[in-house]
């Protein structure tokens, strides 16, 4: 059965850090692509990051340069380091694999 939890969200200044953790089981980790999606307020959600097994990564242009996804094999872990965070990165974000979703984790960022 797969399983996804993220933490680490939390409410941060406009300029901040956070890193978003998702710990997964239930599948072969280290052979999947992994991605992170965020909903905003009212809003669809969208892609923000994604990482392959071997590790090739892309991001939505709005977070280059920001925000790097990276992974521990090890643990089955997907990080989402996030940097220099502004008000519209706001939103749930969501660990991913397949079609399968984590429970989200709320970021906040304040102006």
């Known amino acids: 059965q797969v399983r996804l939890v993220e933490s680490g969200g939390g409410l941060v200044q406009a300029g901040g850090s956070l890193r978003l953790s998702c710990a997964a089981s239930g599948f072969s980790f280290r052979f999947a692509t992994m991605g992170w999606y965020r909903q905003a307020p009212g809003k669809q959600r969208d892609m923000v990051a994604t990482?392959?097994?071997?590790?090739?990564?892309r991001y939505v242009d709005s977070v280059k340069g920001r925000f790097t996804i990276s992974r521990d094999n090890t643990y089955n872990l997907v990080y989402l380091q996030m940097n220099a965070l502004k008000p519209e990165d706001t939103g749930v974000y969501y660990c991913?694999?397949?079609?399968?979703w984590g429970q989200g984790t709320q970021v906040t960022v304040s102006s």
């Open positions: 991913t694999f397949a079609d399968h």
């Open positions: 990482i392959t097994g071997l590790g090739a990564t």
